[in-house]
């Protein structure tokens, strides 16, 4: 049996949860989030928590089976506390600021590029246009947003300029030795 699939999902206080066959409705101080699940597993409320449970040990119940109670968690997580995301902005006239909700990065492109945030999504920038802090209820979302927004200009392994998550090690190359001989 499923070890993560088996452990219930405790709700928190000002969380309120609802489920309608394999579609569950999540709400907390944060906002709302509304996902549905494969319909062969059942989702019910227990004393508190969510119990997933799966009809078979068939190779894919099972494989659904830690899927479903992890995504149930991070909704959960998600609408009572949150998640974040921060990325650092390196090098040499790289900034990012705030045009109204929209973000604006330089990037040494020949022109700026503009994020517009779904929904769910806030961006600030702090430390002088170098730091990046993304805030969201949903945290497939956010990791989607911060990997696109990495992917402008992913850092560079000599310099190492570009868009990096905040505590990401990127390997520094040696450059060129130079002419040797002659």
């Given at each position: 049996?499923?070890?993560i699939g088996k452990q219930p999902v405790e709700i928190p206080n000002g969380v309120t949860v609802s489920v309608k066959r394999n579609e569950l409705t999540i709400?907390?101080?944060k906002g709302q989030?509304?996902?549905t699940f494969d319909p062969d597993l059942s989702i019910k409320e227990d004393n508190g928590s969510l119990?997933?449970?799966r009809p078979t040990d068939q190779r894919q119940h099972r494989a659904l089976h830690g899927l479903t109670r992890a995504l149930v968690q991070n909704m959960v997580t998600g609408v009572s506390d949150g998640?974040?995301?921060r990325l650092r902005i390196i090098g040499t006239g790289y900034r990012a600021e705030m045009?109204?909700?929209d973000l604006k990065l330089s990037l040494g492109f020949s022109h700026d590029v503009q994020v517009v945030p779904p929904p769910t999504i806030q961006f600030q920038v702090e430390d002088r246009g170098q730091l990046v802090i993304i805030n969201s209820?949903?945290?497939q979302l956010i990791g989607q947003i911060a990997a696109d927004i990495r992917k402008l200009r992913p850092p560079e392994p000599y310099k190492g300029k570009?868009?990096?998550y905040e505590g990401e090690y990127v390997r520094q190359k040696a450059g060129k030795a130079g002419k040797v001989g002659a």
């Open positions: 049996m499923s070890r709400k907390g101080p989030l509304t996902r119990v997933i449970s998640y974040e995301k045009v109204g909700d209820i949903d945290k570009g868009v990096r």
